[in-house]
């Protein structure tokens, strides 16, 4: 009797994988607004008062919402359960996240949308100069001066960063190192991060760049890289998780402001502000660093003839 071949078999479906969310979904009063036709009469009744007045919810008691809802308090602790939600404190952290987000997401293609070419570039131009002269006040220059130093004696400089601002930084500040003669990696992502700082030694640096500071890859990758002897540094905000991890913080703070949301962050200019200041601090410290760039352009001199117009740096 001849064995039917093995197919391949799905992988089975874990928790974790059940907890991940569909596009779409994650919204607390559009998950209210979809489970609405299934609740019960009490339950339907708290959601529509949910619905009615977030704002005051995001801010009230369990009990002052059961009374808004005129139900009672279990009723409210089963409407949070029927969401997927731990308890009422849950409910309410995601709602006030999420009101956040949602007025972002609201307001600012309104705004966008009515601004002439004229008016947006106005805006992006008040914004990069703002991010540089936050950055140029929020700097601690004894530490650029303290991370410099160590740059110009390590043995590697690993740059690490993730998401689409951070992680592209990340990627600048390899590509300024190496034409300083810095023996520089960089990558964005977490598994190489982690086995880079299981490597790390003392004569390494590891710079860490993150907007937020919160991402768990790049913090334990910091940490372990530290335990290792190795010298961290941070580019991101005072009091983040990664800011209290590494040896040394040149502070960027985040800015929570933007309602132009459609372009691109302005704390990226910040980020780059501060690698950039960086760099010319550890070129000052380099005795080689011109030669490295003449011999750099001689290269390309010699690819595609000389353009007297690029810049010595690129």
Excluded: W
Excluded at 63 to 91: H, M, N, W, Y
Excluded at 175 to 201: C, E, S, V
């Amino acid at each position: 009797m001849s064995k039917k071949p093995a197919g391949r078999t799905a992988a089975p479906a874990t928790e974790t994988a059940a907890k991940l969310p569909r596009r779409g979904d994650g919204d607390v009063l559009d998950n209210i607004r979809r489970i609405l036709p299934d609740l019960s009469d009490a339950e339907a009744r708290a959601a529509r008062a949910v619905l009615n007045q977030p704002d005051a919810v995001a801010k009230a008691s369990i009990q002052e919402v059961a009374r808004l809802a005129e139900v009672s308090d279990p009723t409210i602790l089963r409407l949070c359960r029927r969401l997927g939600l731990e308890g009422f404190k849950d409910f309410k952290h995601r709602l006030t996240e999420d009101l956040v987000l949602s007025r972002m997401y609201l307001d600012a293609p309104s705004l966008v949308e009515k601004s002439t070419i004229s008016e947006l570039m106005t805006v992006l131009f008040d914004s990069v100069t703002r991010a540089l002269r936050d950055a140029t006040a929020s700097l601690d220059l004894a530490a650029v001066d303290k991370a410099a130093e160590a740059m110009s004696k390590a043995s590697m400089v690993y740059c690490i960063g993730v998401g689409g601002t951070s992680g592209v930084v990340a990627e600048e500040l390899e590509n300024r190192l190496f034409r300083l003669g810095i023996g520089a990696q960089a990558t964005q992502d977490p598994y190489r991060q982690r086995m880079t700082a299981a490597i790390a030694k003392r004569s390494d640096v590891l710079v860490a760049i993150s907007s937020t500071g919160v991402p768990a890859s790049i913090v334990e990758a910091t940490e372990l890289a530290r335990a290792n002897e190795a010298t961290t540094i941070a580019v991101t905000q005072a009091g983040s998780p990664l800011a209290k991890a590494a040896e040394i913080l040149l502070d960027i703070e985040i800015f929570s402001d933007e309602v132009y949301f459609m372009l691109p962050s302005r704390t990226r200019y910040a980020q780059l502000f501060a690698i950039d200041l960086l760099a010319g601090a550890l070129a000052a410290r380099l005795p080689n660093a011109a030669s490295n760039l003449k011999s750099i352009r001689d290269t390309l001199k010699a690819h595609h003839g000389t353009i007297r117009s690029q810049p010595i740096g690129d």
